[in-house]
């Protein structure tokens, strides 16, 4: 660690591990009601946990993407953080809001909830993601702003480079299309239409840039490889993601009562989306075997690489498989879906997430790296999670593929009902259940490693020489 | 990557093509926005429709449903259930609906349950409106079939 301030990274870490692994009860919650329909019901029934699973997903991962943010760009920008206390009070508000939202969703009837929130005065809520309460959707506005005027000093006072700026640009657009958030017509189409705009031009959009420059830093940092090299890769993913993902978005727009042109121009463009992961795999792996120096943190590069792979493969690969538009007119909202949501997000953003923290937590922590127990440890819950992710995502295709075969292709009359369809995808459901048990050891041995004592600790100026180095 | 190609090529890519697909973006959009209101009937779109719609968003219906395709995959699509459960009448759907929110949750052990939502007899009928309204909108022909 090179600056003082970097250090407020770390609650931001630590914080977004613990919502991580309340994220994953929640799932195992949900994969259960899936097979025993009456699980944990009246006291929390499905859509309760789902709200619960992915918003707490959203909010680790936002705080995962902060953390990041405060880590790197004092380092990029050659200067201390504008503020650090600024950066402590935001994550105390921050934190707060979202334990308090959380508890809201568990402690009341959401109706209820949306009541004392006084909803009917802007009405947000009830829409799949955005479910917080409008003030809690302001108070993350208000957290916003004050950690992009914090960053955003310190990069306007500081050495300007591609890694920074991109970010940036990431987290501006991300703060940009929240505000979509709010405008919610009574039109249903138009309300969907917009709502596109704050989910898929965020993971297929604004996010790819916080992705792509939080992956180009530790690569920057663990490979020694020129800098020129990596931000002429970094320029190339990015402009890939922004030309085919913003048209791309129409992926969304063939079946909700948008206009036919969207049919084609969502199919041709969506079909351009897998360009980036796939560059940004080679770019990984290219970066890694053209290395100047052997960094001791193994496991970061392990993550780094383990990200590039599996979001080529949840979003690149899954992606693709349904997204043209005679296919998704079978596929539409099947467990298809979230056979790729599970791996397009894990992959894609959970794994960069632990890719930094893997990387700037020891450093932190006044080591270059940990000893090489904790390192086998941590590379086995990362192959551990990705197996179990992989098996979740797997079983889901199978129910989903099995789910059109008996609902979707036939005809009216000879189709299978929904709920007799579930009833004969039970098989794949308990197999999903049991691979996100194996995914939960993974998560469990991954936290272990934090806790691996340190016995040859390396001292820390000899962790500032090698970061100097870089 | 090639040393003739130049990181200040790459940039401009990025910049140039960036900025002309938003300006794309916002035209097409401008345009949907434009063709909407005659795909979706909004000379239709009532009162009861409107309140309809926050009712199904206050009680959270999506965490569950699907509703044209989005939302939750746990529970049967909505958007047709008119067409479904009604024969596409309003009179017997409005029948439907009154009676399926009443009869929740349905006391089948170890069967996927749908919560108890105490609504009015006035929420209900705006509900109906909203699913009744919704069926009607142009979205291509989905679902494939009545099972959604
Ligand atoms: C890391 C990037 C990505 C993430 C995190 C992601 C995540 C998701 C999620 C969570 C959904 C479900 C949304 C809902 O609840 O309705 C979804 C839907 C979809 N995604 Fe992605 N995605 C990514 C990239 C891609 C790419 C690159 C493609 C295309 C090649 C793609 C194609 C689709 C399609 C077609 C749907 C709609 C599925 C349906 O009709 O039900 N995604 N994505
Ligand atoms: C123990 C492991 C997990 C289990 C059993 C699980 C289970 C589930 C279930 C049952 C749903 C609801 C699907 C529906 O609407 O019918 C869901 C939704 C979702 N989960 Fe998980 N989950 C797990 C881990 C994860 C992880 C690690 C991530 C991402 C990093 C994730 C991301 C999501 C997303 C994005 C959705 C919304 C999907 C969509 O709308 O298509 N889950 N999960
Ligand atoms: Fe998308």
């Known amino acids: 660690m090179k600056y003082k301030s970097q250090a407020v990274a770390k609650p931001y870490f630590v914080f977004a591990l613990i919502l991580f692994v309340g994220q994953i009860v929640f799932g195992l919650i949900l994969g259960t009601q899936y097979v025993i329909g009456d699980f944990l019901f009246p006291a929390i029934p499905f859509n309760v946990a789902r709200m619960v699973h992915t918003n707490l997903l959203i909010v680790w991962l936002l705080f995962g993407f902060m953390g990041a943010t405060y880590y790197l760009v004092p380092e990029e920008s050659q200067r201390e953080l504008h503020s650090p206390l600024l950066a402590w009070v935001l994550f105390w508000v921050f934190a707060a809001a979202g334990t308090l939202t959380i508890i809201g969703y568990l402690a009341v009837p959401y109706a209820k909830l949306a009541e004392i929130t006084g909803n009917h005065l802007l009405p947000t809520m009830g829409r799949e993601f955005l479910e917080q309460p409008t003030i809690t959707k302001i108070g993350i506005v208000v957290v916003a702003l004050g950690f992009l005027y914090n960053v955003g000093l310190t990069v306007l006072k500081g050495r300007k480079t591609v890694v920074n700026i991109v970010l940036m640009t990431g987290l501006v657009g991300l703060a940009v299309f929240f505000l979509f958030a709010f405008y919610n017509p009574s039109a249903l189409t138009l309300d969907k239409y917009f709502w596109w705009w704050v989910v898929h031009l965020w993971v297929e959009g604004v996010w790819e840039l916080i992705l792509a420059s939080i992956l180009a830093f530790v690569l920057i940092k663990t490979t020694g490889v020129d800098r020129e090299v990596i931000e002429k890769w970094l320029y190339v993913i990015i402009a890939m993601a922004l030309i085919s993902g913003i048209i791309g978005t129409g992926h969304h727009y063939f079946y909700i009562g948008a206009p036919e042109y969207w049919l084609w121009l969502g199919s041709v463009f969506s079909a351009l989306e897998p360009l980036p992961f796939f560059m940004m795999m080679l770019f990984a792996i290219n970066m890694v075997r053209r290395r100047r120096r052997n960094h001791p943190n193994r496991a970061a590069t392990t993550w780094a690489i383990g990200c590039a792979v599996m979001a080529f493969l949840g979003a690149g690969v899954w992606g693709f498989l349904h997204t043209l538009a005679p296919v998704n007119y079978y596929t539409h909202g099947s467990q298809l879906t979230a056979a790729h949501g599970h791996l397009a997000f894990f992959g894609a953003y959970a794994m960069i997430v632990m890719a930094i923290i893997s990387y700037a937590m020891p450093l932190m922590r006044g080591r270059v790296a940990n000893n090489a127990q904790a390192q086998k440890l941590e590379i086995a819950s990362c192959w551990l999670m990705s197996i179990g992710m992989l098996l979740i995502t797997l079983f889901l295709t199978g129910a989903g593929v099995h789910q059109v075969m008996l609902q979707r292709w036939p005809e009216s009359g000879e189709a299978l009902a929904f709920m007799a369809t579930h009833d004969a995808l039970a098989g794949w459901f308990w197999a999903r259940l049991a691979a996100g048990g194996l995914f939960t050891l993974g998560l469990i041995a991954y936290l272990v490693s934090f806790f691996v004592p340190q016995r040859e600790v390396a001292p820390t100026e000899d962790a500032e020489a090698q970061t100097a180095a870089a | ?148």
């Open chain 2, 1 to 148: 990557m090639s040393e003739r190609f130049t990181k200040s090529m790459a940039r401009n890519i990025y910049y140039g093509g960036s900025a002309f697909f938003i300006l794309l973006f916002l035209g097409l959009t401008f345009d949907t926005v434009t063709a909407l209101p005659e795909r979706d009937n909004r000379d239709q779109l009532t009162e009861e429709v409107a309140r309809g719609k926050e009712v199904w968003e206050v009680n959270n219906c999506v965490g569950c449903h699907s509703l044209m395709g989005e939302g939750a995959y746990f529970a049967p699509e909505l958007a047709n259930v008119f067409d479904r459960r009604g024969g596409a009448d309003e009179a017997t759907f409005k029948t439907y609906l009154k009676g399926w929110m009443m009869a929740q949750p349905i006391p089948a052990p170890g069967r996927r349950k749908m919560p108890q939502f105490h609504l009015t007899d006035q929420e209900i009928n705006d509900l109906a409106e909203f699913l009744i309204w919704t069926s009607r909108i142009d979205d291509n022909n989905w679902p494939p079939n009545i099972e959604g």
